[in-house]
Nanobody
Framework: VELVESGGGRVQPGGSLRLSCTVF????????MSWYRQTPGKERELVSF????????TYADSVKGRFTISRDNDKDTVYLQMNNLKPEDTAVYYC???????????WGKGTLVTVSS
């Protein structure tokens, strides 16, 4: 099983990035997917969640109205569109998968997002 994130990088405040996470080795369409982020010295926090069907999403208050999570079950990929980025969005972003019925969890290795002028 492998979750491969991409799309991180450095961007100026107010800019945009789109993160992608492609899943290998498990049935993607039976997995709820989430994006988490973590900065040094802090706990990993949930940024956004999307259920296996893609018809239910949640967002952390700090990113509501700026980030959008989506998924393409034909491509086994989940996305996080991040707009109007702020310096406080700087973090390593992790992709997370959880079995719809099994509850088994998998993590990606993370992709770094740096928001700085």
């Amino acid at each position: 099983v492998e979750l491969v994130e991409s799309g991180g990088g450095r961007v100026q405040p107010g800019g945009s990035l789109r993160l992608s996470c492609t899943v290998f080795g498990i049935m993607f369409n039976m997995r709820h997917m989430s994006w988490y982020r973590q900065t040094p010295g802090k706990e990993r926090e949930l940024v956004s969640f999307i259920n296996s069907d893609g018809d239910h999403t949640t967002y952390a208050d700090s990113v509501k109205g700026r980030f959008t999570i989506s998924r393409d079950n034909d491509k086994d990929t989940v996305y996080l569109q991040m707009n109007n980025l702020k310096p406080e969005d700087t973090a390593v972003y992790y992709c997370h998968a959880q079995g719809q019925y099994s509850g088994i969890q998998y993590w990606g290795k993370g992709t770094l997002v740096t928001v700085s002028s």
